[in-house]
């Protein structure tokens, strides 16, 4: 459990147990073959109490040039930017961002809420902020509203489009429910424009932590982790 939780190797935890550091309700542990249930059980590591958890919940304001993926031989990875203890849950990004794209990225190993996250069947709805090349119009809204043709020729869902500010360079709020590839890049496209940054703000009931610098993360709070899971239950 220790060596899992990342308090050290198994050899170097070994050495702690020799010790006399770990205790199990309140009794001294040196047999690293010891069984242990830590759901009701109150494991100690120098009198700090060890929290056991299965799964984890990160909430990452992720950097444009890093990959959404767990590794890369070349690219920094949003797995690399975890803490080492943090990283020994195996935890993996809930879909991806562009290499480019700035914003809200949920990690976890829970393999089941990732599941329900991306089916194409829930339509989790994901808002994007976005700054285009050219002047957004109500007829913009109107298209993306009724659903755009890519350039594969695939239809999109209906995208609800609000204008925050238009000129030479328009603002812009774009909330879908499917994760085609580089889908709100290939639908500006669609109407003749072009995406010059891109954040997600939003992904269901999950909103981007704004004191979270790009790079930065938490942990999602008890809260959100309920709001997550009962969303995902209709």
Excluded at 7 to 34: C, F, N, P, T
Excluded at 42 to 51: A, H, K, P
Excluded at 173 to 185: A, D, P, S, W, Y
Aim: hydrophobic share 35%; net charge negative.
């Amino acid at each position: 459990m220790l060596a899992n939780l990342g308090y050290g190797s198994r050899k170097e935890v070994k050495q702690l147990l020799k010790s006399g550091a770990v205790m199990i309700d309140d009794i001294v542990v040196k047999d690293a073959k010891q069984q242990v249930d830590p759901t009701i059980q109150t494991v100690t590591l120098n009198g700090e109490v060890i929290e056991y958890k299965e799964y984890i919940y990160l909430l990452m304001n992720k950097p444009p040039g890093v990959l959404s993926a767990t590794e890369d031989n070349v690219d920094e990875t949003v797995i690399d930017l975890l803490e080492i203890e943090d990283q020994v849950y195996e935890p993996f990004p809930v879909g991806r961002l562009d290499k480019d794209t700035e914003g809200l990225l949920l990690i976890t190993n829970d393999g089941q809420l990732a599941h329900r996250l991306l089916s194409p069947k829930k339509h989790v709805p994901k808002t994007y902020f976005a700054v285009i090349d050219r002047e957004v119009t109500d007829e913009d809204v109107r298209a993306f509203a009724e659903g755009v043709v890519l350039d594969d020729g695939y239809k999109t869902k209906p995208g609800k489009l609000k204008i925050l500010k238009s000129g030479t360079h328009s603002d812009v709020e774009l909330t879908i429910t499917e994760g085609k590839f580089h889908q709100v890049k290939r639908m500006f496209e669609a109407v003749g424009k072009r995406v010059i940054y891109l954040q997600r703000i939003s992904m269901g009931p999950l909103v981007l932590d704004e004191t979270l610098e790009p790079g930065e993360y938490r942990e999602l709070t008890d809260e959100e982790i309920e709001l997550l899971k009962n969303d995902q239950v209709k």
